[in-house]
């Protein structure tokens, strides 16, 4: 099928740099050069609908509460009807394909459009993995389950981020395997400037993830204390969380906005003054962070579970060991800081896996041309 224009919807503003973690205006903007992106709209209904919804979506505790409310299938049949009223605006003969980012809202069957989507993860996956849930009433996951099985078994085409994702929705919810293709991201940085002469002889580990708990963290922190009793000069630096006590040897640099030119400054210069990147998460939808780590040649240690294992070739890049496995993740570490030449090779492989793979213009293009030959 020849590609007349896309039009893409996604949640909140498709341009703003906090939308889907920032991801969203990066993918648009990839699109855009590709010459087939028409426009882009979103599907976030008025604030005091999303008041509304928050209201009825009432659970004790506040984890438990936002949960549900990420869950409610009214919710997403009110994101529908926002994102069908802003097609609406739209000549219906400028287009001929609907790109969707995840699983909120429903536009199979809008005038007849091909409809996509493009994902990071699903409802399962995050059901079944080490970091659990909070615990709600049973019903609503369900429904959730339900919406996004009739909703996947509905699209012309699924672009998820990873094999790992793939076999989820053919497993998990029944989806043809000839209509999945993964097609990777890329990173959520503005630019990457290449390092020809980096240096790894400083035992400098970097963490780079806000929810400290689901990414490992605590797991973190008791590996780099065995650490730093065979390197007692490393240094840990943790950007993202407040930690209130950092232990001996770790900088806490807090939360660094990605919005803002002085906060992606300070992320970039962690990026380059760092020996080897850590994140032993618990549940990684796809791990974006790696691939910018990658992009600054860091060797990266990550878990043996969802998206991880794709992204880094153990042995080649990095390694991964088993989530929570604090001894097993020190290891490495220990390996990798005593080793800078091991570190130098790792690095190198791990920029040509970014260069190759994690860059958006190459997931659009991909995109692209699955679209052309399969509809």
């Not at 906090?18 to 903007?29: A, C, E, K, L």
């Not at 429903?106 to 996956?125: C, F, I, M, Q, R």
């Not at 060991?321 to 020190?330: Q, R, T, Y």
């Not at 860059?359 to 699955?370: F, N, P, Y």
């Amino acid at each position: 099928m020849k590609i007349d224009k896309i039009i893409g919807v996604v949640d909140e503003s498709p341009y703003d740099a906090r939308t889907w973690s920032g991801s969203s205006r990066y993918f648009f903007n990839a699109l855009e050069n590709t010459g087939v992106l028409g426009m882009a709209v979103a599907a976030q209904p008025a604030k005091v609908i999303r008041r509304i919804f928050q209201i009825l979506s009432f659970q004790f505790g506040m984890r438990e509460w936002k949960f549900k409310y990420h869950l409610n299938t009214h919710y997403y049949h009110q994101m529908t009807a926002t994102a069908k009223k802003a097609l609406d605006q739209i000549d219906p003969s400028s287009y001929n394909v609907i790109l969707q980012i995840g699983a909120w809202y429903d536009l199979t069957g809008y005038k007849d459009k091909k409809v996509v989507s493009y994902h990071d993860g699903n409802l399962a996956t995050l059901l079944a993995s080490p970091y659990g849930y909070p615990k709600i009433n049973e019903t609503v996951i369900n429904k959730s389950l339900q919406w996004e099985q009739k909703l996947y078994n509905k699209l012309d085409l699924l672009f998820p981020m990873s094999r790992w994702l793939a076999d989820s929705f053919i497993r998990d919810f029944g989806v043809d395997h000839r209509k999945i293709f993964p097609v990777g991201a890329g990173v959520n940085l503005p630019q990457v400037q290449e390092i020809k002469q980096k240096n790894y002889d400083e035992p400098r580990i970097l963490f780079v993830g806000k929810d400290f708990k689901r990414k490992g963290g605590e797991d973190l922190l008791k590996a780099f204390e065995i650490v730093r009793g065979e390197i007692p000069n490393a240094e840990l630096t943790v950007v993202g969380p407040e930690l209130a006590s950092p232990p001996k040897g770790v900088r806490c640099i807090g939360f660094v906005s990605k919005t803002t030119s002085e906060g992606m400054e300070v992320l970039l210069q962690e990026y380059r003054r760092a020996s080897i990147f850590v994140l032993p998460s618990l549940y990684e939808p796809f791990g974006i962070a790696f691939a910018e780590a990658m992009a600054h040649k860091l060797p990266c240690i990550g878990t043996k579970i969802c998206a991880m294992p794709e992204i880094i070739e153990d042995g080649e890049m990095g390694y991964v060991v088993s989530p929570g496995d604090s001894v097993a993740l020190a290891d490495k570490m220990i390996t990798l800081l005593k080793e800078p030449t091991l570190c130098s090779a790792f690095g190198e492989a791990g920029y040509g896996r970014y260069t190759e793979k994690f860059t958006w213009s190459a997931v659009t293009s991909q995109i692209c041309e699955i679209i052309s030959s399969q509809l």
